[in-house]
């Protein structure tokens, strides 16, 4: 299988790209830089390529281009500069007749025809300095805009691709469909480049010691704000209410609002000589690159995390989604994580004049020149890939992972028959497949891996031997097994307890099956859950109730209702609180000590998911509300800490078993996997998938993570990041 850094595109160009531009949907982006000289003259070359294939679509020359940018829709390209080529003046001089010289002369005569007669290049005439914007697929220009002075240094298009904003000399915001001046700011002379709101109706700019909030659909500056040096970077935080400011020395954070400085951070020990000053996405974090060191500061408190060295004229770009750096030079590039400073990627290369990361940060740009004097623009994957897969003819439905020197992975797919495959999680190599009448609709291992379960639509509970496929025996229920999980026990003989549409719950001996003890429900079983400690057993019925079982007798202990449907329910990995959610949006936090509700998530839909931490210290819960709620539940009483939204629905919640990592599944705009920091609620990784995300799973010992998906394949993946 593929790994990161692996090269997707390859595109051989006649000049060494110095910028990289990537459209929002990632199908195009646009490079350019120094293509041939023309006395006085450098001009250069812009460049339209696929990232599929590196494809030129097309090219064109321009001089002296200060920006370049592509609307969020990807069809057009913006740009400042001197738009088209080059022209040469030209003057002719007569050829003289040789024939009417003197014979003496005519030598010399020959020698004027030879080297100096006709059209030679006295001069050349720079294109006009323009804003220009294109169309992405044809290079048909859009409109143009003179720009004699080169007011405008920076292009900046809005979120909602109507407006551009041009800067430099002074602030111009323009419509993008036809070039008119919306409005405009003489006074305002920024040095950077502005940023806009996600919704596009405001517009911070900052000038040498100066930052400017716009309210863009007034047309009106809301307010300016003085800072005490020169400004090196800005960026709005993620939910934009306010605005990280920093100067060489200090990080200023200044409320959006009004544009009041709330909080002041000294830099721990700022880099001398600094080149280069960047923001991570949110202002979380700021690096600068000297000449030999890039540093980065956490502007939490402005400490200063760690340092990498580099050579030469170094370029680095935060990645816009993961929490990662990338640093090119002219020895090679090497991918950093900006929360630890450990190496993810590298490479040796060509020299390298420009990178890029593209909008999702799945993709890597790298533009350089290589040692015959051509250029070059390589396109390699930086999302975390698989480590294998196994094929199914249709949708995978379910998924297990073990824990060993050799993992295994059980998954479940219904087309053209039901079958559980086992396979080597590390390799993807099949171990054996099981046939099975009707469709399986729950599959785990046993905790120690020598054994796994399946429950049936037929109503069988089927238990299988993972070294030799042997069934060890088969128990009939009256109606389809909606869940299984094993109980553990110290001994290791871990025995099986059952949810069924029968109103049974039952708890199986592992040897032969053996049944224990039956308990009968008012209707359907839906979900069964196990504590980690082997003391308790809760189920989900249709009655809209959650029961705790004695694993013991099977004796009811404790009943807790819901107005909906029970989704989900989760013990923590001590045992001592389990969580309980339904239709009616609300997720319980029950103590299993006392029995009794210590705590309530509410969320304003249907309650998806809820998952434990490893440390048991958080509870994670996601609804159809587009919201993850993360709690406290060490505290007493439990404390909700934070919210994480979405901008679609979290259809499943995993913790990783050991790490600070939670793994959520949604499927808009496209089936995903993310995994996220919930400590800080940075994103650590993006598992895109080409259709719906059925099921997934952490292996026990954290090493790796699986997904079911309707495309047919069972995939494994690196359960760190």
């Given at each position: 299988?593929?790994?990161?850094?692996?090269?997707?595109?390859?595109?051989?160009?006649?000049?060494?790209?110095?910028?990289?531009?990537?459209?929002?949907?990632?199908?195009?982006?646009?490079?350019?830089?120094?293509?041939?000289?023309?006395?006085?003259?450098?001009?250069?070359?812009?460049?339209?390529?696929?990232?599929?294939?590196?494809?030129?679509?097309?090219?064109?020359?321009?001089?002296?281009?200060?920006?370049?940018?592509?609307?969020?829709?990807?069809?057009?390209?913006?740009?400042?500069?001197?738009?088209?080529?080059?022209?040469?003046?030209?003057?002719?001089?007569?050829?003289?007749?040789?024939?009417?010289?003197?014979?003496?002369?005519?030598?010399?005569?020959?020698?004027?025809?030879?080297?100096?007669?006709?059209?030679?290049?006295?001069?050349?005439?720079?294109?006009?300095?323009?804003?220009?914007?294109?169309?992405?697929?044809?290079?048909?220009?859009?409109?143009?805009?003179?720009?004699?002075?080169?007011?405008?240094?920076?292009?900046?298009?809005?979120?909602?691709?109507?407006?551009?904003?041009?800067?430099?000399?002074?602030?111009?915001?323009?419509?993008?469909?036809?070039?008119?001046?919306?409005?405009?700011?003489?006074?305002?002379?920024?040095?950077?480049?502005?940023?806009?709101?996600?919704?596009?109706?405001?517009?911070?700019?900052?000038?040498?010691?100066?930052?400017?909030?716009?309210?863009?659909?007034?047309?009106?500056?809301?307010?300016?704000?003085?800072?005490?040096?020169?400004?090196?970077?800005?960026?709005?935080?993620?939910?934009?209410?306010?605005?990280?400011?920093?100067?060489?020395?200090?990080?200023?954070?200044?409320?959006?609002?009004?544009?009041?400085?709330?909080?002041?951070?000294?830099?721990?020990?700022?880099?001398?000589?600094?080149?280069?000053?960047?923001?991570?996405?949110?202002?979380?974090?700021?690096?600068?690159?000297?000449?030999?060191?890039?540093?980065?500061?956490?502007?939490?408190?402005?400490?200063?995390?760690?340092?990498?060295?580099?050579?030469?004229?170094?370029?680095?770009?935060?990645?816009?989604?993961?929490?990662?750096?990338?640093?090119?030079?002219?020895?090679?590039?090497?991918?950093?994580?900006?929360?630890?400073?450990?190496?993810?990627?590298?490479?040796?290369?060509?020299?390298?004049?420009?990178?890029?990361?593209?909008?999702?940060?799945?993709?890597?740009?790298?533009?350089?020149?290589?040692?015959?004097?051509?250029?070059?623009?390589?396109?390699?994957?930086?999302?975390?890939?698989?480590?294998?897969?196994?094929?199914?003819?249709?949708?995978?439905?379910?998924?297990?992972?073990?824990?060993?020197?050799?993992?295994?992975?059980?998954?479940?797919?219904?087309?053209?028959?039901?079958?559980?495959?086992?396979?080597?999680?590390?390799?993807?190599?099949?171990?054996?497949?099981?046939?099975?009448?009707?469709?399986?609709?729950?599959?785990?291992?046993?905790?120690?891996?020598?054994?796994?379960?399946?429950?049936?639509?037929?109503?069988?509970?089927?238990?299988?031997?993972?070294?030799?496929?042997?069934?060890?025996?088969?128990?009939?229920?009256?109606?389809?097994?909606?869940?299984?999980?094993?109980?553990?026990?110290?001994?290791?003989?871990?025995?099986?307890?059952?949810?069924?549409?029968?109103?049974?719950?039952?708890?199986?001996?592992?040897?032969?099956?053996?049944?224990?003890?039956?308990?009968?429900?008012?209707?359907?079983?839906?979900?069964?859950?196990?504590?980690?400690?082997g003391r308790f057993v809760a189920t989900a019925c249709a009655d809209r109730s959650t029961r705790?079982?004695?694993?013991?007798?099977?004796?009811?202990?404790?009943?807790?209702?819901?107005?909906?449907?029970?989704?989900?329910?989760?013990?923590?990995?001590?045992?001592?609180?389990?969580?309980?959610?339904?239709?009616?949006?609300?997720?319980?936090?029950?103590?299993?000590?006392?029995?009794?509700?210590?705590?309530?998530?509410?969320?304003?839909?249907?309650?998806?998911?809820?998952?434990?931490?490893?440390?048991?210290?958080?509870?994670?819960?996601?609804?159809?509300?587009?919201?993850?709620?993360?709690?406290?539940?060490?505290?007493?009483?439990?404390?909700?800490?934070?919210?994480?939204?979405?901008?679609?629905?979290?259809?499943?919640?995993?913790?990783?078993?050991?790490?600070?990592?939670?793994?959520?599944?949604?499927?808009?705009?496209?089936?995903?996997?993310?995994?996220?920091?919930?400590?800080?609620?940075?994103?650590?990784?993006?598992?895109?998938?080409?259709?719906?995300?059925?099921?997934?799973?952490?292996?026990?010992?954290?090493?790796?993570?699986?997904?079911?998906?309707?495309?047919?394949?069972?995939?494994?993946?690196?359960?760190?990041?």
């Open positions: 299988m593929s790994e990161i850094g692996e090269l997707l595109a390859n595109a051989k160009l006649d000049f060494a790209p110095s910028e990289i531009a990537w459209g929002d949907d990632g199908l195009r982006l646009v490079a350019f830089g120094l293509h041939r000289t023309h006395a006085p003259f450098k001009t250069q070359k812009l460049s339209v390529l696929n990232t599929d294939s590196g494809e030129i679509r097309w090219s064109a020359e321009a001089l002296d281009t200060t920006s370049v940018v592509i609307s969020s829709d990807g069809q057009f390209v913006a740009g400042a500069g001197g738009d088209g080529a080059v022209v040469p003046i030209e003057e002719f001089v007569p050829f003289l007749d040789c024939n009417e010289v003197p014979r003496d002369e005519r030598e010399e005569c020959e020698r004027f025809n030879q080297e100096e007669a006709g059209v030679h290049i006295v001069g050349w005439t720079p294109p006009p300095r323009r804003i220009w914007v294109r169309a992405m697929d044809s290079a048909i220009v859009r409109w143009r805009l003179d720009d004699p002075d080169g007011d405008v240094r920076h292009l900046v298009h809005s979120p909602d691709g109507r407006l551009l904003a041009g800067s430099g000399k002074s602030l111009r915001i323009l419509d993008a469909v036809d070039g008119s001046l919306k409005s405009g700011f003489p006074a305002v002379v920024p040095q950077l480049p502005p940023v806009y709101t996600r919704d596009s109706q405001r517009l911070a700019v900052a000038d040498a010691t100066r930052v400017v909030l716009v309210d863009v659909t007034a047309g009106a500056i809301r307010w300016m704000t003085g800072m005490p040096a020169a400004i090196t970077a800005f960026a709005f935080t993620a939910d934009e209410t306010a605005l990280v400011v920093t100067t060489e020395r200090e990080a200023f954070t200044l409320r959006a609002a009004d544009g009041d400085i709330r909080e002041t951070v000294a830099l721990e020990d700022p880099l001398p000589g600094t080149v280069v000053t960047a923001l991570s996405s949110g202002g979380r974090r700021l690096l600068r690159v000297g000449s030999q060191t890039m540093v980065l500061w956490d502007l939490s408190d402005g400490g200063r995390r760690f340092s990498v060295p580099v050579s030469g004229a170094a370029r680095v770009r935060f990645n816009p989604v993961l929490p990662e750096i990338a640093i090119a030079s002219a020895d090679g590039v090497k991918v950093v994580n900006s929360l630890l400073g450990t190496t993810v990627w590298e490479t040796a290369t060509d020299p390298l004049t420009g990178l890029a990361f593209s909008r999702d940060g799945q993709r890597l740009a790298l533009g350089g020149q290589g040692r015959q004097g051509s250029g070059f623009l390589r396109i390699h994957s930086m999302a975390p890939t698989s480590v294998s897969s196994l094929t199914f003819e249709g949708p995978v439905k379910k998924i297990a992972l073990t824990s060993a020197a050799a993992p295994l992975a059980v998954a479940a797919g219904h087309e053209p028959e039901a079958k559980a495959s086992l396979f080597r999680a590390d390799t993807g190599e099949p171990v054996l497949e099981k046939k099975l009448p009707g469709e399986i609709n729950t599959l785990e291992f046993s905790p120690d891996g020598h054994h796994f379960a399946t429950g049936n639509t037929d109503g069988g509970v089927r238990l299988f031997r993972t070294d030799t496929g042997e069934r060890r025996w088969i128990v009939a229920h009256t109606a389809p097994v909606e869940a299984v999980a094993f109980l553990p026990s110290s001994g290791g003989n871990d025995d099986l307890v059952t949810a069924c549409r029968d109103k049974t719950t039952r708890r199986l001996a592992r040897e032969e099956g053996d049944e224990v003890w039956r308990f009968h429900h008012p209707q359907p079983v839906t979900r069964v859950a196990t504590s980690a400690d705790i079982l004695a694993p013991d007798t099977g004796a009811e202990l404790a009943v807790f209702s819901h107005d909906g449907k029970l989704r989900a329910i989760a013990f923590n990995p001590q045992g001592s609180v389990l969580a309980t959610g339904g239709d009616d949006g609300a997720v319980l936090i029950i103590s299993t000590a006392t029995r009794k509700e210590i705590g309530r998530s509410q969320h304003t839909r249907d309650v998806t998911a809820v998952a434990f931490s490893g440390d048991g210290k958080l509870l994670a819960t996601a609804g159809k509300d587009e919201a993850v709620h993360l709690w406290d539940v060490a505290a007493a009483p439990p404390k909700k800490v934070r919210t994480l939204t979405f901008p679609q629905t979290v259809t499943r919640l995993r913790f990783h078993p050991s790490d600070p990592q939670l793994a959520l599944v949604n499927d808009e705009p496209g089936p995903t996997v993310v995994i996220v920091d919930p400590t800080t609620d940075t994103e650590l990784a993006r598992l895109a998938h080409p259709a719906t995300v059925n099921d997934l799973a952490f292996s026990p010992d954290g090493k790796l993570l699986a997904t079911a998906c309707a495309d047919g394949l069972a995939r494994i993946y690196p359960g760190r990041r």
